[in-house]
């Protein structure tokens, strides 16, 4: 698997097509279909008819969990600067490998913000995938584990402090970017400097 990806909480339950309201029970069903997964958002009344009954691998889904549908606010102003949740949106869009790393790193710091939790780790052709979701919107992100050792951390968090103060189209002659001056810490760093991984599942569950 190479893909990674965004996807975005229905408005309307995908087995029967009623739209969702505001502050109702939803269940989200996650499928295997080899090339990338696929999120299927369906109304309780079509869990309970559907899909609740029997195991999972007679129902095609490998995981599954229950949220809460939260209507969509109204438009407001586009963002000006760069946000560690915009910049990673941006990244996964370009599907460009080099970047695999930062975008790990991006969504290790918005876990760490609680703005992302983890819904599930998988293994697939021998590579940990992690599926987060953001708690606001219901989006999932895939997102690869590069496997970073210590020894590359400080690398790609420097990488990632550029980005956020730069872009994609930095100046000509930029400033040395450090993650300091853009305001970006190792995730789970301490005071020493150490740093530390995104929590991961001790279990993980493989596809394979």
């Known amino acids: 698997m190479?893909?990674?990806n965004i996807q975005s909480r229905?408005?309307?339950c995908g087995a029967c097509g009623?739209?969702?309201h505001d502050?109702?029970?939803y269940h989200t069903l996650l499928f295997d279909e080899k090339a990338s997964f696929r999120r299927l958002d369906v109304c309780q009344a079509c869990w309970q008819k559907q899909f609740s009954d029997g195991a999972r691998d007679r129902k095609g889904f490998i995981s599954y969990w229950s949220g809460i549908y939260e209507a969509p606010p109204p438009p407001s102003e586009p963002i000006q600067k760069e946000t560690a949740e915009s910049l990673l949106r941006k990244i996964i869009e370009l599907n460009d490998?080099?970047?695999i790393p930062a975008g790990y790193i991006l969504a290790a710091m918005l876990e760490r913000k609680?703005?992302?939790?983890?819904k599930e780790e998988l293994v697939?052709?021998?590579?940990?995938?992690f599926v987060y979701e953001q708690r606001l919107t219901g989006d999932l992100f895939t997102i690869l584990d590069p496997n970073l050792q210590l020894n590359q951390l400080a690398a790609v968090q420097h990488d990632v402090a550029a980005l956020l103060e730069h872009g994609f189209n930095p100046p000509t002659s930029p400033a040395e970017a450090s993650p300091e001056s853009a305001g970006v810490s190792a995730p789970g760093s301490d005071e020493t400097g150490a740093a530390q991984l995104p929590a991961q599942a001790s279990d993980p569950i493989s596809t394979t």
């Not at 609680?114 to 983890?118: A, S, T, V």
């Not at 697939?124 to 995938?129: K, S």
């Open 2 to 4: 190479t893909d990674w």
């Open 124 to 129: 697939r052709d021998g590579q940990r995938v």
């Open 23 to 25: 502050q109702e029970h």
């Open 97 to 99: 490998p080099q970047y």
């Open 18 to 20: 009623r739209a969702f």
């Open 10 to 12: 229905a408005h309307a």
């Open 114 to 118: 609680r703005l992302f939790k983890i």
